[in-house]
């Protein structure tokens, strides 16, 4: 080729390049129009059609990216958005869409240092320094995210989204008034943003201006009429202002929206609940459990409904509810216990057998025995419940405690059904969990005795033993208090007795562990305090076996808002200081550690079989922040802490000088600082006053014999006697808490009066009840004062309705500064 051809050639060529240059471009530019137009399968198709052409188009495989990234796909968009960048390093937008992916993508910390990259390369990016602020937030790092906000701001002034996000940084550091002036600059830039208008509404909530707050709602829903979250936060403003009808109406419109939203339903359940109209709450609540099976909120609610309420007959569905709500971590099985019982007498079959056995017909030997266990067995809520909570049935306690008399005089397990062993070995977790309250006969103890002894020489000896002689004993004495019951973890046992083993062998050999590992922080020389010690190292109160009331953490700020306490005395720490003054075998510590937002809890109880209990149970939750010492309350005038929030429930009443203890724990809580109280009613304990007397008067001991023999005495009463109550109560059924309810060593009551003069001597302000259902009584009742803070109309309330505060006074209060 002569030199005239190569140089056509090579204007061919760059006409050529040209030509292919606008067509990539050509094409790039309909793709361009397509994403904006939101047609983005066109745009998609486009982009991909540019880099056959180019494969090294680094502005396609980042528009690609973007696309991925919305539509849900991130790992494929960090990987085309990172080829982008891979070919051209400078681009800052390039590194914005990263961060924008990795923030999908659950990964704050690298999406806010492609922002920060995206900033080097282009500070004048407001939108970088927009979402730089929202990872921030999303950290909890919201001082820097407020200065990044505003920076966007002064970047562009009328940029809508930031002042938006700067208001939803105020208002998660309180500061109302800063996140309502965002809000408003918002919406003078842009009138309809629906979510503006909620987040305003739900600020002035907080401010205490309902009106307003309900005009921002319905503003929100005008703009959006299928916004969920503000007809969710309309009903919840209107339920508090009484307006009930029309809250129900706002969560029946947001069903009619979204038919499959799990919330909707809780929501609306949870309201009728509270509206005391229990049959229709359940359904609502168990829709939403099926909608949304790991919701805790909502299993939350449906305890709290079961604590009240029975399902009925015990149907596929219903028995899917129980045991969901029997398994929840974040639920108490205590609390449905007597409504499983209730689904449970249900069952055909133990109905029948409850019915023969009040009847008379001994269940203890041959086909009798074998007949109850199978249906024990095929009743799936009956197994659950025997291993998880103490039964607080008269009419099942009588015939489980048949039951294990029958399991003694069985002398080849090959008679029994299958799964017999399972059935027994539930019932022994049961009567650990109890702690043995079921009374027994002279001949049991004789046959207890006897095979107790037989047991404790084959451990030594290193002999077999067949499970139905260890799963036998463990339905009378508690395994570990074998002698060598350690040897009883070297050995196979099958699967079924797996869940019996780790109750009676491990968690207590763990505990007598862990009792070393606990610091002495006072001494205890009282003699009250000393003999209250005794009873709780004999019985630690209470037994559980899992289910802590846990929610989303609330910083202490927070808190303060929702209590409408009184102005702090400087700034409200991030990291409170916790006193749980009496924490007995841990729930109310740990469920202290997890609901304020950074706590560091101090949890202090006489006794160490109680701390140990906690300290486990703590430990199984994996939580660091609780410190478990044992001393008295009387004590504590001696330690140097101060704490920003103390919580005794149940406690100061069982003390020789309840007031004086009480002021040590206000000497102990700062100016400003909030305190939850638990005092027994002299009113809503009369049943229970009456029962002390009958047990003096008769010479029942404080011991596990005459506790058993004092229950089963009590069972034997006619209905209608007055003593029978106590039969019904919770606390009956387990010899700790029956000890605690009717045999404690110490205990006071108190009157609203005596409370009220006890606060005025204090220094305290009477914030409010946290017992549940109360308050909704007391509006009822006194539609006129909103605050609920008067004691006297509290009084008029309980001695019209003197069982609801049948528990204890749950009561929030605050030091005066």
């Given at each position: 080729?002569?030199?005239n ?23 790039f ?18 982009y991909?059609?540019v880099l056959?052409?180019?494969?090294r188009h ?8 973007v ?20 070919l ?5 937008a390039?590194h ?21 990259k995206?900033i080097d ?12 602020g ?20 002064a ?27 965002c809000?408003?600059r ?21 401010q205490?201006r309902?009106?307003e ?11 959006r ?8 936060n ?5 339920r508090e ?24 339903h809780?929501?609306l ?41 029975c ?6 569905d ?17 609390d ?13 079959a ?24 199978a ?15 103490c ?23 090959a ?18 969990i ?5 009374i027994q ?5 004789s ?6 002894e ?11 033993i067949a499970?139905?002689?260890?799963v036998?004993l ?9 002698e ?18 780790r109750?009676?062998v ?20 009282d003699?009250?305090?000393?003999a209250v010690?005794?009873q709780?190292e ?8 899992h ?20 102005p ?9 200081e916790?006193?749980?003054a ?10 202290c550690?997890?609901?304020y ?8 109880d ?43 429930s149940?406690v ?5 000088d309840?007031i ?15 305190m ?13 006053v009456?029962?002390?007397a009958h047990i ?30 106590v039969?019904t109560?919770?606390?009956f059924?387990s010899?700790?808490?029956c ?18 003069t ?6 305290l ?20 004062e909103p ?17 609801i ?13």
């Amino acid at each position: 080729m002569n030199r005239n051809q190569r140089r056509l050639a090579k204007k061919a060529n760059e006409g050529a390049n040209r030509d292919l240059s606008a067509s990539v471009q050509s094409i790039f530019a309909d793709a361009r129009r397509h994403y904006e137009a939101r047609r983005l399968d066109d745009a998609e198709r486009l982009y991909r059609k540019v880099l056959s052409v180019d494969s090294r188009h680094a502005d396609s495989l980042r528009m690609l990216g973007v696309i991925a990234s919305q539509a849900g796909r991130h790992d494929q968009a960090v990987d085309l958005i990172g080829k982008a960048i891979a070919l051209d390093g400078r681009n800052a937008a390039y590194h914005f869409s990263m961060g924008n992916a990795l923030r999908r993508l659950a990964r704050p910390d690298e999406a806010m240092a492609c922002f920060q990259k995206a900033i080097d390369l282009d500070p004048d990016s407001a939108e970088a320094h927009n979402n730089l602020g929202n990872a921030m937030k999303e950290r909890g790092r919201l001082d820097e995210a407020v200065a990044c906000f505003r920076k966007a701001i002064a970047i562009r002034p009328g940029y809508a989204e930031a002042h938006y996000n700067l208001g939803n940084a105020w208002q998660g550091q309180a500061r109302l008034e800063e996140a309502a002036a965002c809000y408003r600059r918002t919406l003078d830039i842009m009138p309809d943003c629906a979510e503006a208008h909620s987040n305003l509404g739900a600020v002035l909530r907080a401010q205490e201006r309902p009106d307003e707050a309900i005009a921002c709602f319905r503003k929100a829903i005008e703009c959006r009429p299928g916004y969920v979250e503000a007809h969710n936060n309309l009903g919840t403003i209107l339920r508090e202002q009484d307006m009930v009808e029309e809250a129900i109406a706002c969560f029946r419109r947001i069903i009619d929206v979204i038919p499959g939203s799990a919330t909707a339903h809780s929501d609306l359940g949870n309201l009728l609940m509270e509206q005391g109209r229990l049959d229709a709450a359940a359904p609502l609540l168990c829709r939403a459990a099926a909608l949304d099976p790991d919701d805790a909120v909502t299993w939350s609610r449906m305890a709290e409904l079961l604590s009240r309420y029975c399902l009925g007959d015990p149907s596929p569905d219903v028995t899917r509810v129980l045991l969901g709500t029997l398994d929840h971590p974040a639920t108490r099985a205590v609390d449905i216990a007597a409504s499983a019982a209730a689904t449970i007498r249900r069952d055909p079959a133990i109905r029948g057998l409850l019915t023969r056995f009040t009847g008379g017909e001994d269940l203890r030997h041959g086909a009798a025995l074998s007949e109850v266990l199978a249906a024990m067995g095929a009743n799936a809520v009956l197994l659950r419940l025997l291993e998880t909570a103490c039964i607080p049935d008269v009419a099942l306690e009588r015939l489980l405690t048949t039951v294990r008399a029958g399991l003694l005089d069985v002398g080849d397990a090959a008679l029994l059904p299958a799964g017999a062993i399972a059935v027994a070995a539930a019932l022994a977790a049961q009567c650990f969990i109890n702690e043995y309250a079921y009374i027994q006969a002279e001949e049991e103890e004789s046959k207890v005795a006897d095979l107790a002894e037989a047991m404790t020489c084959r451990l030594a000896q290193g002999q077999p033993i067949a499970p139905l002689d260890l799963v036998t004993l463990a339905c009378y004495r508690p395994l570990w208090r074998l002698e060598r019951a350690e040897n009883i973890l070297a050995r196979q046992w099958p699967e079924t007795l797996a869940t019996l083993i780790r109750l009676q062998v491990c968690e207590p050999l763990e505990e007598t562990r862990l009792r070393a590992t606990i610091p002495a922080l006072t001494p205890i020389s009282d003699g009250i305090s000393q003999a209250v010690r005794a009873q709780y190292e004999d019985n630690p109160y209470p037994r559980w076996i899992h289910g802590v009331a846990t929610a989303k953490p609330m910083s202490l700020e927070q808190c303060r808002v929702s209590l409408k306490a009184g102005p702090a005395v400087g700034p409200v720490p991030a990291r409170p200081e916790i006193l749980v003054a009496g924490c007995g075998t841990g729930r109310h510590s740990i469920e202290c550690a997890t609901r304020y937002a950074g706590a560091r809890v101090l949890a202090v109880d006489l006794s160490l079989s109680s701390l140990a209990y906690a300290k486990r149970k703590t430990a199984e939750l994996g939580l660091a922040n609780i410190d478990y010492q044992q001393g008295d309350i009387m004590e504590l005038c001696n330690v140097a802490r101060r704490f920003d929030v103390i919580e005794c429930s149940g406690v100061l009443h069982h003390m020789a000088d309840p007031i004086a203890g009480w002021r040590t724990l206000v000497d102990l809580l700062k100016p400003g600082g909030l305190m939850l109280i638990g005092l027994y009613s002299q009113l809503a304990r009369r049943h229970v006053v009456a029962a002390r007397a009958h047990i003096a008067a008769r010479g029942y001991g404080c011991g596990a014999a005459d506790i058993r023999r004092c229950r089963a005495d009590i069972m034997a009463l006619p209905a209608d006697a007055p003593l029978a109550t106590v039969a019904t109560m919770r606390n009956f059924f387990s010899l700790s808490e029956c000890r605690d309810l009717l045999f404690h060593i110490q205990e006071h009551r108190f009157t609203l009066p005596e409370i009220e003069t006890c606060l005025a001597q204090l220094g305290l302000e009477f914030l409010g009840f946290s017992n549940s259902g109360v308050s909704e009584r007391y509006r009822a009742r006194f539609p006129d004062e909103p605050t609920r803070r008067s004691l006297a109309n509290w009084q008029l309330l309980e001695t019209e309705s003197p069982d609801i505060f049948f528990g204890m006074y749950q009561f929030w209060v605050y030091k005066r500064a």
